[in-house]
């Protein structure tokens, strides 16, 4: 076993602290990663406060994670020792399941997440990505492009491609019209992704504060919500509308803005249940769905697609040590627009 260093969660009621713990022993079809940035994602945040239950404690956060290979085993084809790859939400899956499909992996029963889950032995805990290195399957590393600098790169393996997949799935492109509805963490890459896949892009945030960066970020318009003349105004106008926000927000107003067989899709998570009436969907043939990450392959696709356009997340790179000050900064929504921990820090700390 290789003894690993990072941050860990021991309680839901205690701040992250150091942390030092063993990794895995490579087998010849791993990849030995020598992670150099951890993005910070709200899930990490609800996680390790046991928010949706099911946290099991020590916990090292982190599934935004960028790095370089260190090590390969003698089965490993596609990495060699010095790339540039990325680590996402899940690091294997049931691939002996009737019911695998490769491209729709994420909904598929017997994924091993990255964090607070088990390795495929069924009982060794499964640490994430705030920690100096990681062992990995070949199948669940993606390669990040050399264009992509590491440390931006870094939330593309979860915000990038939580808002590229569904992006993709409901085809937003040239003559699309796309909202995104919030400018934070995940409704910023929205932006930068519909509008590189060419679709006219407006952004539906709460107020104005953020109009310049959206504006800036290709967002081709942008509205308050909290006017209710926008509503009116845009009433009818999307064809697909994405909800970054878990916010409780007025779910048939938010209906009302798409057009005849438009979609609505949830990748945000609200606390409570959806309240939607029925004739809100109905008379449009409207749809409400959601959407949850994306495949390893979808990953790798996205994250070729944002080395084709030179996208990246916009990010404020911090010391590990101010990973509980990040916490509650990502809470305030006081963080444009991801937090990305720099691990060289983590010998300091």
């Known amino acids: 076993m290789a003894i690993a260093r990072g941050y860990a969660a021991t309680d839901a009621s205690k701040p992250l602290a150091p942390f030092t713990f063993e990794r895995r022993e490579p087998n010849d079809d791993d990849v030995v990663i020598d992670i150099k940035f951890a993005g910070v994602c709200h899930s990490d945040i609800h996680t390790v406060r046991n928010?949706?239950?099911?946290?099991?404690?020590?916990?090292?956060?982190?599934?935004?994670?960028?790095?370089?290979?260190?090590?390969?085993?003698?089965?490993?084809?596609?990495?060699?020792?010095?790339?540039?790859?990325?680590?996402?939400?899940?690091?294997?899956?049931?691939?002996?399941?009737?019911?695998?499909?490769?491209?729709?992996?994420?909904?598929?029963?017997?994924?091993?997440?990255?964090?607070?889950?088990?390795?495929?032995?069924?009982?060794?805990?499964?640490?994430?990505?705030?920690?100096?290195?990681?062992?990995?399957?070949?199948?669940?590393?993606?390669?990040?492009?050399?264009?992509?600098?590491?440390?931006?790169?870094?939330?593309?393996?979860?915000?990038?491609?939580?808002?590229?997949?569904?992006?993709?799935?409901?085809?937003?492109?040239?003559?699309?019209?796309?909202?995104?509805?919030?400018?934070?963490?995940?409704?910023?890459?929205?932006?930068?992704?519909?509008?590189?896949?060419?679709?006219?892009?407006?952004?539906?945030?709460?107020?104005?504060?953020?109009?310049d960066d959206g504006l800036r970020l290709g967002a081709d318009h942008y509205y308050a919500t909290n006017d209710k003349e926008t509503f009116s105004k845009l009433a009818g106008y999307f064809d697909l509308i994405i909800c970054t926000v878990s916010a409780e927000i007025d779910w048939n107003a938010y209906m009302g803005l798409l057009k005849v067989e438009g979609s609505f899709v949830v990748v945000g998570a609200p606390e409570n249940a959806i309240p939607v009436h029925a004739f809100s969907l109905i008379p449009g043939r409207k749809s409400i769905s959601g959407s949850m990450i994306g495949s390893i392959k979808e990953t790798q696709e996205m994250l070729d697609f944002c080395g084709q356009h030179n996208i990246v997340s916009e990010i404020e790179l911090i010391d590990i040590k101010d990973i509980n000050e990040a916490y509650e900064r990502v809470i305030k929504s006081d963080v444009r627009y991801r937090f990305v921990i720099d691990m060289a820090t983590l010998k300091a700390a």
């Not at 029963?109 to 805990?125: C, F, H, I, M, R």
């Open 51 to 211: 928010e949706w239950g099911g946290a099991v404690y020590p916990i090292v956060p982190g599934h935004e994670i960028a790095g370089v290979v260190t090590a390969i085993g003698s089965k490993v084809s596609k990495f060699k020792v010095g790339d540039h790859v990325g680590v996402g939400c899940f690091v294997d899956s049931c691939v002996g399941c009737a019911t695998r499909d490769v491209d729709l992996e994420q909904y598929m029963p017997g994924l091993v997440q990255t964090y607070n889950s088990v390795e495929a032995d069924g009982k060794t805990p499964t640490q994430g990505g705030y920690s100096d290195s990681i062992v990995v399957k070949e199948g669940y590393v993606m390669s990040i492009p050399d264009n992509l600098p590491l440390d931006a790169a870094a939330p593309l393996l979860c915000a990038g491609i939580t808002l590229y997949s569904p992006l993709h799935h409901w085809k937003a492109g040239p003559g699309k019209k796309v909202a995104i509805v919030g400018m934070g963490g995940l409704g910023h890459m929205g932006v930068k992704i519909a509008h590189a896949m060419g679709a006219e892009v407006t952004v539906l945030s709460q107020s104005l504060s953020k109009k």
